[in-house]
């Protein structure tokens, strides 16, 4: 006899898109190489595209644009564009961007503790 009911349908789907895990959903949406990265400078008021580049010189263009339009579409970051020539693009942090600041404010304080502080190397007493 199969048991079929909405939480179980929901269930289902949550393991089949996220893995089941609220987690992974979050870090499928502003996880990876460089969107922590993208999120913490537009934070920080390094908001155009060729600043951007330069803090992070191993993300390539392409990139950097698939990123920076992934945020956009999943409402983390807004895109402004002034009609100047050159043309000037301005990118900031939506409300639900802005959401995102205690959370990286605690994995911040967790990398400095947990991981940088265990990375450094050790000095003779």
Known sequence: MEVK?????????QIQEYGGCPVSAALKVFGGKWKPL????????VNRFGQL???????????MT???RELERDGLIDRKVFAEVPPKV???LTEKGESLRPLFR?????GREQ?????????PV
């Open 5 to 13: 009911s909405k939480r179980f349908d929901d269930m289902v789907r």
């Open 53 to 63: 580049q330069r803090m992070m010189p191993g993300c390539s263009k392409r990139m």
């Open 90 to 92: 301005i990118y900031t």
């Open 38 to 45: 993208l999120l913490y400078f537009i934070s920080v008021d």
């Open 115 to 123: 991981v940088l502080v265990k990375a450094a190397p050790k000095r």
């Open 66 to 68: 698939t990123q920076l």
């Open 106 to 110: 605690a994995l911040s304080k967790w």
